[in-house]
Structure formats: structure tokens, C-alpha cells
């Protein structure tokens, strides 16, 4: 019976010891506050609830299918000299083939069956799509580097359909955040919007508030619109050679012999203005004959139906592109669905400044360095090639591409007064005074739209931000200053010093002689670094 005691005493001893093992465990897994990527527009591919089939992205099939059959109808406009001719015979092909399936009725609902990709449970449970996917940038860096840091099981995807309103997928985000609570059996959560899931998130905030959101990080969002859309939608369109050769040399970084011939491309237009002058005036005349069908009969019909698009349209363009789109005005369903948008847009930074009074850590990530898409007068604003540096940073004063801010600037009502944080970047760029949270907003130059490549210096931003337990501002690390360089090839972060501003000049010049050297210079580091391994 002693012998009994004794074993009964040792294995509820053990069971003591291994419920306490368990418990701690517990308690400190416990004790990670789960994450949230909420996603940007098309992360993943929209696929047909019917088939299954991959309906967005547009196939390289169906576009090489819409280009070579546009070839005769154009010749016959050329030769006709008659834009509707190329109209007639191409535009409703290009809609019906690319944008048909994934339109929008008039009340902003989907014409089709159309499914985005969704991930209900943590991103350990999707290896092969999230975790081992080949991608090192965009939404998959973030979720990997986020993985990595604080374990997968405790990361997730939201991800959903973009061309609905943002207000619908803030419902869903309830649901999505109530159920990670639950799962994770936490409090509260932390979100990271990229790119258009700053719309998503703000819609949330206006409609369920901030209590259950530890922190928010928001990384180069569309809250605020994008004034690319907004050029677009009001058919404000302007074509210039040089800010495309600008652009293709932007996306070339690290492919030295596209960069030496666009480099030496863009300097001969440059060296020659009157052939400039010619190629822009041919490209506006063709643009200014065929723009107006292919609103009608392919924008209006499928970008302007999806409910999500309108969410991008900056409130400064807001009612003007309503009127050129719907002049004899909209279906009153889906007014609602895009006004019901935009009233959060407008009221962006109160609802985030609500969320900080309420004890909510809210951080911004914005990006500046390169030229937009070249087909409006925005083209210049300074960006991320998706998103203008003022829209994604709540307000931030930037000077046009290749431009500085003059010697006697001052900034118009700036947020922070004070003398002793100097908000101006070293090359004179940006002025991130004006924003709407000065303090807590990191501005990447060089670093391209949602770009936290995986091991990257930006990464280790983003991670900074995520999880740190302490309330940061931009004085707070020296290692992640409010203004940096992101070097796309080796992915470290520089401060904008004086040397590094200098050496940086090469991107801002555009002559023939400024190219070939950069070229020369990234060909011999490219040398150095063959031998150094």
C-alpha cells in the first residue's frame, strides 16, 4: 500500500511537472499577438467558379490573341485615316476577350461567377502556395519574412476579391479577425495592409473600430486614393516618350545592357527635343482619336463597373470623374457602394488618429524615387511607380521627379513644427512634416510598390515595426531612420547622406554620358562581387 502511495505521488508528480512544461509553452505561445496581412490587388489570381479556370490576370494567350488580330483594323485606320475603324473592329474584342468575365452589373455585382483565393487558417498550412512559393517580393516577402520572424502558425492571409467595395470586404475582415482571436485565443490583432488593403483596413476602422487592433502597419497603401486612377477615369490622358524610357529604365535595375540601351535611348531624345516634340504629338493625336471609344466601349464597361476600382479615385478627382463617367448618372445601388467608400477615404486620418487615441500603435511605410505610369500629367509625382509618395504616406510634400524643393521652401501647414525633427530628406525631396503622422512614417526611396524583398534591410524595417513591444517613432533606431536608400541589388538601407546623395544623382540624370557611366560603374561593382565569392 506504501509502495502504492509512493507510485501515485511520483506519476501525479510527473503529471504536475508535464501540465506546468505544457502550460508555460502554452502561455508563451500564447502570448504572440497574431498577424494580419491583409492583401493588395491581385496577389492572386481571380479563377472562374464555374470551371476552376484562371480568369485574371489576362492570359499571355488572350492578350498575344487581341494584339495580332488589332494589327489589320489598324492598318485599315491608318490607311483610312479613321480611328473608328480600328474601334469598330478591335475594342469590343479586347473587352469581351480580357475584361468581360471579370465586369461588374450596373449595381456594381459581378457579372460571373468569379472567386478570389482565400486562406482561412495560418500560412503554415499553405506551403506550397504562401510559404515555399517562389516570389521574394510583394504580399509573399511580407508573409515569409513575418513567418520566419514570429512562426508561421501564427501569420495569415487575407485575401479577397478586389473588385468589390472595400465596405463588403470589412465585413468579412470582422469575421476573419474574430475567428484568428479565437484560434490564436488572443485579444487583440495586428494588421498589415498592403497597397489597396489600406482601403480595406480604414473601412474596417470606420465601421467596427480599433479595439481589437494592437497595431497597424501600413505598408505603401492606397487609403487615400491614387491620382494615376483618378487621371484615368476623368480622361485625362498625356503621353510623353521620355517618362516611359524613364520608367522601363526604373524596372530595369540589374539588367545592365537594357539599362545601357534605354539610358542611351532617353539621351537621344533628349539630345534631340524636335524628334521629342514629333513622337509625343503622333502618340497624343492617336490617343486623343481613339480615347474616347475605348472609354465607352472598354473602361466604362469594365474597370469603372467594379465598385473596388472607384475605391482608388482620390476625393480631389472624385466628383468630376463621376460626371464624365456617368453623365446621365449611375444606378443608385452602386452610387452607394462607391460614396459609402469615399466618405472613409475622406476621413482617413481622423479615423486612424481615433485609433490611436484608443491605444492603438498605428506606423506608415511610403515610398519615393521613381516616375509613375506615363500617360497622365501625374506621371512626374514622385512614387513607387504605382502610387504617388503624398497619397501612401497620409501627405508628405514631394518635389516632381528629378526635381528638388526649392531653396526658400516652406511647407503649408505642417503637421510637426518642431525645429529639432528635421522631416526634410537630405536630397531635398520629400518634406514628411506634413503628413498626418510625421512621426511614425518611414519613407523608402528606391524601394518599387508593396517591394519588401525577403532578407532585405526593408524586411528588417517591416519586421521592426511589426513586432516591436515599444511605441517607436522615426527617432527612435538609428538604423531606421525616417529617410532611406533601398539598394534594389543588394537590398540593404542607407541613411541620405551627403556621399550617398551624391552618388544617387546618377538616377535623377538622364544624359547620354551620366547613363554609360552608371553603367560602367554597376558592371565593375558587378566584378568585384564575381571575385569576392
Known amino acids: 500500500m506504501q509502495k502504492t502511495g509512493k507510485r501515485l505521488l511520483s506519476l501525479l508528480l510527473c503529471a504536475l511537472l508535464l501540465w506546468t512544461a505544457f502550460a508555460v509553452s502554452f502561455a508563451a505561445d500564447d502570448a504572440v499577438t497574431p498577424v494580419i496581412v491583409v492583401s493588395g490587388m491581385g496577389s492572386f489570381p481571380l479563377y472562374s467558379g464555374e470551371t476552376g479556370e484562371q480568369v485574371w490576370g489576362p492570359?499571355?494567350?488572350?492578350?498575344?490573341?487581341?494584339?495580332?488580330?488589332?494589327?489589320?483594323?489598324?492598318?485599315?485606320?491608318?490607311?483610312?485615316?479613321?480611328?473608328?475603324?480600328?474601334?469598330?473592329?478591335?475594342?469590343?474584342?479586347?473587352?469581351?476577350t480580357l475584361f468581360e468575365i471579370v465586369s461588374c452589373d450596373e449595381t456594381g455585382e459581378p457579372l460571373h461567377p468569379v472567386e478570389a483565393v482565400l486562406f482561412p487558417e495560418s500560412v503554415d498550412h499553405y506551403p506550397d502556395q504562401i510559404l515555399n512559393a517562389e516570389e521574394t517580393e510583394d504580399e509573399l516577402a511580407i508573409l515569409k519574412t513575418l513567418a520566419a520572424e514570429v512562426g508561421p502558425q501564427h501569420v495569415y492571409f487575407f485575401n479577397y476579391d478586389w473588385r468589390l467595395s472595400p465596405l463588403a470586404h470589412a465585413n468579412t475582415l470582422r469575421d476573419f479577425i474574430d475567428n484568428v482571436k479565437k484560434e490564436q485565443r488572443a485579444e487583440q490583432v495586428i494588421l498589415v495592409p498592403c497597397s489597396m488593403g489600406g482601403t480595406v483596413v480604414n473601412s474596417y476602422l470606420s465601421?467596427?473600430?480599433?479595439?481589437?487592433?494592437?497595431?497597424?502597419?501600413?505598408?505603401?497603401?492606397?487609403?487615400?486614393?491614387?491620382?494615376?486612377?483618378?487621371?484615368?477615369?476623368?480622361?485625362?490622358?498625356?503621353?510623353?516618350?521620355?517618362?516611359?524610357?524613364?520608367?522601363?529604365?526604373?524596372?530595369?535595375?540589374?539588367?545592365?545592357?537594357?539599362?545601357?540601351?534605354?539610358?542611351a535611348l532617353k539621351g537621344g531624345f533628349e539630345?534631340?527635343?524636335?524628334?521629342?516634340?514629333?513622337?509625343?504629338?503622333?502618340?497624343?493625336?492617336?490617343?486623343?482619336?481613339?480615347?474616347?471609344?475605348?472609354?465607352?466601349?472598354?473602361?466604362?464597361?469594365?474597370?469603372?463597373s467594379m465598385p473596388g476600382m472607384?475605391?482608388?479615385?482620390?476625393?480631389?478627382?472624385?466628383?468630376?470623374?463621376?460626371?464624365?463617367?456617368?453623365?446621365?448618372?449611375?444606378?443608385?445601388?452602386?452610387?452607394?457602394?462607391?460614396?459609402?467608400?469615399?466618405?472613409?477615404?475622406?476621413?482617413?486620418?481622423?479615423?486612424?488618429q481615433r485609433a490611436i487615441d484608443g491605444g492603438t500603435a498605428i506606423y506608415i511605410t511610403a515610398a519615393y524615387g521613381y516616375v509613375g505610369f506615363p500617360v497622365t500629367s501625374q506621371a512626374y509625382a514622385q512614387g513607387d511607380c504605382l502610387i504617388e509618395t503624398h497619397n501612401e504616406s497620409f501627405g508628405a510634400t514631394a518635389a516632381p521627379y528629378g526635381q528638388t524643393l526649392p531653396a526658400d521652401y516652406t511647407p503649408e501647414n505642417p503637421v510637426c513644427c518642431d525645429m529639432a525633427h528635421d522631416h526634410i530628406s537630405d536630397d531635398r525631396i520629400v518634406d514628411a512634416s506634413t503628413c498626418a503622422f510625421p512621426e511614425q512614417t518611414w519613407i523608402i526611396k528606391h524601394m518599387k510598390h508593396v517591394g519588401f524583398p525577403v532578407g532585405s534591410d526593408a524586411a528588417k524595417l517591416l519586421t521592426w515595426l511589426v513586432t516591436s513591444e515599444d511605441a517607436l517613432t522615426v527617432q527612435t533606431d538609428p538604423r531606421f531612420p525616417q529617410f532611406t536608400d533601398l539598394d534594389p541589388l543588394t537590398g540593404r538601407l542607407t541613411s541620405l547622406t551627403g556621399g550617398e546623395k551624391k552618388a544617387r544623382m546618377f538616377d535623377r540624370e538622364s544624359n547620354l554620358f551620366i547613363r554609360f557611366c552608371k553603367f560602367f560603374v554597376d558592371l565593375w561593382h558587378r566584378i568585384e562581387t564575381l571575385f569576392q565569392k
Open 207 to 263: 465601421r467596427y473600430g480599433s479595439a481589437d487592433l494592437e497595431k497597424i502597419v501600413y505598408c505603401l497603401v492606397a487609403s487615400k486614393g491614387i491620382d494615376l486612377v483618378g487621371e484615368l477615369f476623368g480622361q485625362n490622358i498625356e503621353i510623353d516618350v521620355s517618362v516611359l524610357l524613364e520608367r522601363l529604365f526604373n524596372f530595369e535595375n540589374g539588367n545592365l545592357a537594357l539599362e545601357a540601351l534605354l539610358g
Open 310 to 352: 472607384w475605391a482608388f479615385v482620390p476625393q480631389d478627382y472624385y466628383e468630376a470623374d463621376k460626371a464624365r463617367m456617368f453623365p446621365d448618372g449611375a444606378d443608385p445601388a452602386f452610387l452607394e457602394k462607391i460614396d459609402g467608400y469615399h466618405d472613409v477615404q475622406v476621413q482617413a486620418e481622423a479615423l486612424m
Open 59 to 96: 492570359q499571355t494567350k488572350d492578350i498575344v490573341k487581341v494584339v495580332f488580330d488589332a494589327l489589320l483594323p489598324t492598318l485599315k485606320a491608318i490607311v483610312k485615316r479613321d480611328a473608328d475603324v480600328l474601334a469598330d473592329e478591335s475594342f469590343g474584342e479586347v473587352y469581351e
Open 271 to 304: 539630345l534631340n527635343p524636335l524628334l521629342t516634340k514629333a513622337l509625343n504629338k503622333l502618340l497624343q493625336t492617336v490617343l486623343d482619336k481613339t480615347s474616347e471609344r475605348a472609354y465607352r466601349d472598354i473602361l466604362l464597361r469594365s474597370f469603372a
